[in-house]
C-alpha cells in the first residue's frame, strides 16, 4: 500500500502532545495486557469506544496507537472510524479530505498518512455516509482486509456506544474493544447499558479505562467493578 510523502503534516498539536505524554505511565499496563492474550499476540485491530461523547476515546486511542508503535516492532495504523467528530485530522495536523471513509468505497488515493512517529502512521475519516459501517457487502470487508493486512495492528477511533448505531458494525469488524469511560462522570447504569449493547453484538470487550483517571479494568473482572 503506497503511503504519503515525508512532510510537515503528521506532528501532534501541543495540545495533543501534552495528553499524549502525560498518559504513556498510565498506558503501562494496559499494553502489557493486550500482550498477555490467549496467543501472546497483539489483537490485530483494536477498536477505541466510549459510552457517550467526549469522555476522551480519541485521546486513548492516539496514546494507545503510540505506545504499541513505540515499545513493540509492530507497524500501528490508527484510523478513525467515526464520521461526526473524531479530531485525528486536526490533532495530527494531516490533510483531512481524504480517508477512511473514501478508502473503504473503493478510492485508491485515500492512503494512510505519516506522522512524526516511527512505524505509526494516521488515516482521519475524511469524508463518507455514517451508514456504510452498516453495509454488509464483499467490498468493505476486503477493503477492510487490506488495512490488515498492511499493518500489524490497527486501532480505531470509533463513535460512541450510545450516540450512534453503526459502532456495533465496527465493533463486529474489529478483534477487541476497549470501552472508555470518564471518571467520576459517566454513571455506571451508563457504562452497563453500554457494554451490554457491545456484548450483544460480539463478546471481544477486553477491557475498560478509566480517562482523566487512567487504569485498566480488564474485561472478566468489569462486572465486579
Not at 2 to 24: D, F, K, W, Y
Not at 25 to 46: H, I, T, V, W, Y
Not at 111 to 139: I, K, M, S
Amino acid at each position: 500500500m503506497a503511503h504519503s510523502n515525508a512532510s510537515p503534516s503528521g506532528v501532534l498539536t501541543e495540545e495533543a502532545r501534552r495528553i499524549l505524554l502525560a498518559s504513556q505511565g498510565e498506558l503501562a499496563q494496559l499494553r502489557g495486557n493486550l500482550f498477555r492474550n490467549d496467543s501472546g499476540a497483539l489483537p490485530e485491530s483494536l477498536l477505541v469506544t466510549s459510552a457517550r461523547r467526549g469522555e476522551g476515546k480519541t485521546t486513548t486511542a492516539i496514546a494507545l496507537a503510540h505506545t504499541l508503535a513505540k515499545h513493540s516492532p509492530s507497524r500501528v495504523l490508527l484510523v478513525s472510524a467515526d464520521s461526526s467528530t473524531s479530531p485525528l485530522a486536526r490533532l495530527f495536523q494531516l490533510d483531512g479530505e481524504k480517508g477512511l471513509g473514501q478508502f473503504l468505497a473503493g478510492d485508491d488515493q485515500a492512503t494512510p498518512q505519516q506522522t512524526e512517529f516511527e512505524r505509526l502512521d494516521v488515516l482521519p475519516w475524511g469524508a463518507g455516509e455514517r451508514t456504510l459501517w452498516q453495509q454488509d457487502n464483499e467490498q468493505l470487508a476486503e477493503r477492510w482486509r487490506q488495512l490488515l493486512d498492511a499493518y500489524e495492528v490497527v486501532v480505531i477511533d470509533g463513535p460512541a456506544v450510545l450516540d450512534t448505531p453503526e459502532l456495533l458494525s465496527i465493533h463486529q469488524l474489529a478483534a477487541a474493544t476497549l470501552l472508555v469511560l470518564q471518571c467520576e462522570v459517566t454513571k455506571w447504569q451508563v457504562a452497563q447499558v453500554a457494554l451490554e449493547r457491545l456484548n450483544s453484538a460480539g463478546n471481544h470487550v477486553i477491557g475498560t479505562v478509566m480517562n482523566q483517571r487512567r487504569y485498566y479494568v480488564p474485561g472478566r473482572l468489569y462486572g465486579k467493578f
